[in-house]
């Protein structure tokens, strides 16, 4: 990869780097495109590679023995799939399946493990990141637990559009049930509820956000939680090439 053309490259982490620690990694990134539904790695896996979404986003899942599936955390260029590399294991129980398509950039484990090695600040910031993945995962648990499908319809909408970088959102009511760990009933009674009182609209399998400030009067604290702690974790000061924040389109980073 050339980094005269990939400056910057689109991920909150790798844009975050200084001019030295990028360029150790220039040379063994490798752009690569995701397409819907694409499993990155399976359960239990050994993972090559970790890989930086840059328009793609991509859902860690947990599977039940009984096939039942539900959402530990959601993935986009503000962050890197595939943690276990550098927390001091190969494999990890979840799977990672490509939300949204578009690319990412792929690095070899070897050559993440020799830069997280020198202490530098690409190991400060998938710290910063793993903090930042756990209190989602944290609060999503609490979230599922203890608020309605509403209101966590409306968490996973949102965190999903700040990811996508759209307001129109190509999923059906059957894989936000699989997401949610709900019945697909719950989902379709929740989405007609704010397609009611204007806030999104649902046709043929296309979800539109129309009133975002609305949607997020709706959604529990998680979402704010989550948001604010990604932010904090992943600030990243006035640096020439640090990259934007969760939830700001790209049309207003300029």
């Known amino acids: 990869m050339s980094s005269e053309a990939s400056r910057p490259v689109g991920n909150w982490l790798l844009d975050g780097l200084p001019p030295d620690?990028?360029?150790?990694?220039?040379e063994n990134l490798e752009l690569v495109p995701f397409s819907l539904g694409e499993v990155i790695y399976e359960s239990g896996a050994e993972m090559q590679?970790?890989?930086?979404?840059?328009?793609?986003?991509?859902?860690?899942?947990?599977?039940?023995?009984?096939?039942?599936?539900?959402?530990?955390g959601?993935?986009?260029?503000e962050g890197v799939?595939?943690?276990?590399?550098?927390?001091?294991?190969d494999t990890t129980p979840n799977r990672a399946v490509v939300q949204g398509a578009g690319d990412?950039?792929?690095?070899?484990?070897?050559?993440?493990?020799?830069?997280f090695s020198r202490g530098s600040e690409f190991q400060l910031l998938l710290l910063r990141y793993t903090q930042a993945l756990i209190t989602q995962i944290s609060q999503t648990a609490v979230c599922n637990r203890l608020h309605t499908v509403e209101q966590r319809l409306c968490r996973w909408l949102l965190m999903t559009r700040?990811?996508?970088?759209?307001?129109k959102l190509q999923m059906t009511h059957e894989f936000i049930s699989n997401m949610l760990g709900v019945r697909r009933e719950g989902v379709t009674n929740s989405a007609h509820g704010l397609q009611q009182r204007g806030l999104i609209s649902y046709v043929r399998g296309q979800i539109q956000i129309i009133d975002r400030e609305g949607l997020e009067s709706c959604a529990c604290e998680c979402y704010a939680v989550v948001k604010k702690e990604h932010n904090r974790l992943l600030s990243l000061g006035d640096r020439r090439r640090a990259p934007r924040r969760i939830g700001t389109d790209r049309r207003s980073s300029a």
């Not at 620690?21 to 220039?26: A, K, Q, S, T, Y």
């Not at 700040?162 to 307001?167: I, P």
């Open 162 to 167: 700040d990811r996508a970088q759209s307001d």
């Open 74 to 77: 959601l993935v986009g260029n």
């Open 104 to 115: 990412a950039l792929k690095l070899q484990a070897k050559a993440m493990r020799e830069e």
């Open 81 to 89: 799939v595939g943690i276990s590399l550098f927390m001091g294991g």
């Open 21 to 26: 620690g990028f360029e150790r990694l220039v």
């Open 49 to 72: 590679n970790v890989f930086f979404p840059t328009t793609s986003h991509v859902s860690l899942l947990y599977t039940m023995i009984n096939g039942a599936t539900a959402e530990m």
